[in-house]
């Protein structure tokens, strides 16, 4: 019977962690402050902001919320930005993407300062992941390193695949898994033979974005796979890249959809607002 990975369990943790570090802080005379920009209503995006904001009050963290109509322009999102960068009570800054089609998304990232870019998107943080410096990461790579190491699961010498290349996911999962001194390939929609080379995997990352893609004949026995998909079935439930009941008895470990990966990317965000405090503080 394969362990299922619990990121329900392990982002509660988290958090509770993060809430009794944030008490602490306090009590020294040091707030947490988190800045949550939304332009337009995006339906999901505003679901997202949310939780965000649920999150912060539980952990004790200060929210603001700007909520900006559609047809804002550029200037006056990157206004915002520029406020809150020479802001020092504010910690994070994060712009819940995707923005409305008028805007340049890159050019936004980059507006944010990289001490307060609690997203890990800028190409300063991922400069510095990419050389072993300081700085932001990713949250749901993050949480995927969380979700191994808190379940006893060795990345050190491990073959690790990752299915997807994108700058959010992919790109920067490969950047910690090598950090842990995982051997690391990344696949993606030009790689040959991709059968084959998930079947040589220890640690299978699937974040591709087809549902249910991934069954059986894709894993080795005994591996761990994490899946970073999330998508509604013709049931309308919600289901991952990886076809779970298809796999599940086959792999050491895996991550349900949803109940995985989903709620260690919120729970890492605010562990980035607590290290920007406690970095702006020279903690």
């Given at each position: 019977?394969s362990l299922?990975?619990?990121?329900?369990?392990?982002?509660s943790?988290?958090k509770?962690?993060?809430?009794?570090?944030v008490?602490?802080?306090?009590?020294?005379?040091v707030s947490?402050?988190?800045?949550?920009?939304?332009?337009?209503?995006?339906?999901a995006s505003s679901?997202?902001?949310?939780?965000k904001?649920?999150?912060?009050a539980?952990?004790?963290i200060?929210?603001q919320?700007y909520e900006?109509?559609e047809e804002?322009?550029?200037e006056?999102?990157?206004a915002?930005?520029?406020?809150?960068?020479?802001d020092?009570?504010?910690n994070?800054?994060?712009v819940?993407l995707?923005?409305?089609a008028?805007?340049?998304?890159?050019?936004?990232?980059?507006a944010?300062?990289p001490?307060?870019?609690?997203?890990?998107?800028?190409p300063?943080s991922?400069?510095?992941?990419s050389?072993?410096e300081?700085g932001?990461?990713?949250?749901?790579?993050?949480?995927i390193?969380?979700?191994?190491k808190?379940?006893?699961?060795?990345?050190?010498?491990?073959?690790?695949?990752?299915?997807?290349?994108s700058?959010i996911?992919?790109?920067?999962m490969a950047m910690?898994?090598?950090?842990e001194?995982?051997t690391?390939?990344?696949?993606?929609?030009h790689?040959?033979?991709?059968?084959?080379?998930?079947?040589r995997?220890?640690?299978l990352?699937?974040?591709?974005?087809?549902?249910?893609?991934?069954?059986?004949s894709?894993?080795?026995?005994?591996?761990?796979?994490?899946d970073?998909?999330?998508?509604?079935?013709a049931e309308?439930?919600l289901?991952?890249?990886v076809?779970y009941d298809?796999v599940a008895?086959?792999?050491s470990?895996?991550?349900?959809?949803p109940?995985?990966?989903?709620?260690m990317?919120?729970?890492?965000?605010m562990?980035n607002?607590?290290e920007a405090a406690?970095r702006?503080n020279?903690?």
């Amino acid at each position: 019977m394969s362990l299922r990975i619990d990121g329900k369990k392990i982002s509660s943790d988290i958090k509770e962690e993060l809430k009794e570090q944030v008490k602490q802080l306090k009590e020294e005379g040091v707030s947490v402050c988190l800045a949550v920009i939304q332009v337009g209503n995006d339906p999901a995006s505003s679901v997202y902001v949310n939780n965000k904001k649920k999150a912060c009050a539980y952990i004790g963290i200060e929210s603001q919320a700007y909520e900006l109509p559609e047809e804002t322009t550029q200037e006056e999102l990157l206004a915002l930005i520029d406020r809150l960068n020479k802001d020092d009570h504010v910690n994070g800054i994060l712009v819940q993407l995707p923005v409305p089609a008028h805007m340049d998304e890159k050019e936004i990232i980059q507006a944010i300062s990289p001490a307060k870019d609690v997203d890990g998107f800028h190409p300063q943080s991922v400069g510095a992941l990419s050389t072993g410096e300081p700085g932001f990461v990713s949250c749901t790579p993050a949480g995927i390193i969380q979700l191994l190491k808190r379940s006893g699961i060795s990345i050190d010498g491990k073959d690790c695949v990752v299915v997807g290349r994108s700058n959010i996911v992919g790109k920067p999962m490969a950047m910690l898994l090598l950090r842990e001194n995982g051997t690391v390939t990344i696949c993606h929609s030009h790689t040959k033979n991709l059968k084959e080379v998930c079947q040589r995997a220890d640690i299978l990352v699937a974040a591709i974005g087809k549902p249910k893609f991934f069954d059986e004949s894709y894993v080795k026995d005994g591996a761990v796979v994490i899946d970073v998909g999330i998508h509604r079935n013709a049931e309308n439930k919600l289901c991952g890249d990886v076809d779970y009941d298809k796999v599940a008895d086959k792999v050491s470990a895996i991550t349900p959809v949803p109940g995985g990966v989903g709620p260690m990317t919120i729970a890492m965000l605010m562990n980035n607002c607590v290290e920007a405090a406690l970095r702006m503080n020279n903690r």
